[in-house]
């Protein structure tokens, strides 16, 4: 009987925040694109802020999938690829509407959009970064594990050859008791003879 898998809690609070975090930034991303105000800049500053803390969230989400199971695991990198997807889409938009509020502002405006820029660029190359290290570290997992269960095979194997032997051995005592029975048979008729 198998106890049913569950995710953890642990993946289940970063997949809270992760929601909570993209509806706010959803939120942002909406009112930049109605009113061009003042206060975009703060808005633009509070988007990277929030981008920043769903990527957190994924990469959390991700480890934490990465302790299950086979075809469980898989089933939760395909939600996270999800909402992958779906950060990008948001990072999309909002690096439009940056474009088009460069277009529109004047050259102090333009200036601190071109930083907001390099700050999303910044957390791009971080992003690709992180995903190579973890590429890196799945497949030396997925090499430790090759080595473990080519370890398992080779003790299974010792231990069929070491299970062989000793029932080789008792047959070989058997074959010995025998044997002496009959030496000591023979000797007794000898005696007779002699």
């Given at each position: 009987?198998?106890?049913?898998?569950?995710?953890?809690?642990?993946?289940?609070?970063?997949?809270?925040?992760?929601?909570?975090?993209?509806?706010?930034?959803?939120?942002?991303?909406?009112?930049?694109?109605?009113?061009?105000?003042?206060?975009?800049?703060k808005r633009f500053s509070k988007v990277c802020d929030e981008l920043q803390q769903i990527e957190q969230c994924?990469?959390?989400?991700?480890?934490?999938?990465?302790?299950?199971?086979?075809?469980?695991?898989?089933?939760?990198?395909?939600?996270?690829?999800?909402?992958?997807?779906?950060?990008?889409?948001?990072?999309?938009?909002?690096?439009?509407?940056?474009?088009?509020?460069?277009?529109?502002?004047?050259?102090?405006?333009?200036?601190?959009?071109?930083?907001?820029?390099?700050?999303?660029?910044?957390?791009?190359?971080?992003?690709?970064?992180?995903?190579?290290?973890?590429?890196?570290?799945?497949?030396?997992?997925?090499?430790?594990?090759?080595?473990?269960?080519?370890?398992?095979?080779n003790l299974h194997s010792q231990s069929i050859i070491l299970d062989n032997s000793i029932r080789k051995t008792?047959?070989?005592?058997?074959?010995?008791?025998?044997?002496?029975?009959?030496?000591?048979?023979?000797?007794?008729?000898?005696?007779?003879?002699?």
């Amino acid at each position: 009987m198998h106890s049913k898998i569950t995710v953890s809690e642990m993946f289940r609070s970063y997949e809270q925040d992760y929601k909570v975090h993209m509806e706010s930034v959803t939120y942002e991303v909406l009112k930049i694109s109605k009113d061009r105000k003042d206060d975009t800049d703060k808005r633009f500053s509070k988007v990277c802020d929030e981008l920043q803390q769903i990527e957190q969230c994924i990469k959390f989400m991700e480890l934490e999938a990465s302790t299950f199971p086979g075809s469980y695991k898989k089933e939760l990198m395909e939600t996270i690829k999800q909402y992958k997807r779906d950060m990008a889409k948001v990072k999309k938009d909002f690096k439009q509407f940056q474009l088009d509020q460069q277009e529109d502002s004047s050259r102090d405006r333009l200036f601190n959009d071109i930083q907001i820029n390099k700050a999303l660029l910044k957390q791009d190359d971080r992003l690709i970064r992180q995903t190579l290290e973890q590429e890196a570290a799945k497949k030396t997992g997925y090499l430790a594990e090759q080595q473990a269960n080519q370890i398992s095979i080779n003790l299974h194997s010792q231990s069929i050859i070491l299970d062989n032997s000793i029932r080789k051995t008792q047959q070989i005592r058997e074959d010995l008791g025998e044997s002496n029975d009959l030496v000591n048979i023979m000797k007794n008729r000898m005696r007779w003879f002699f």
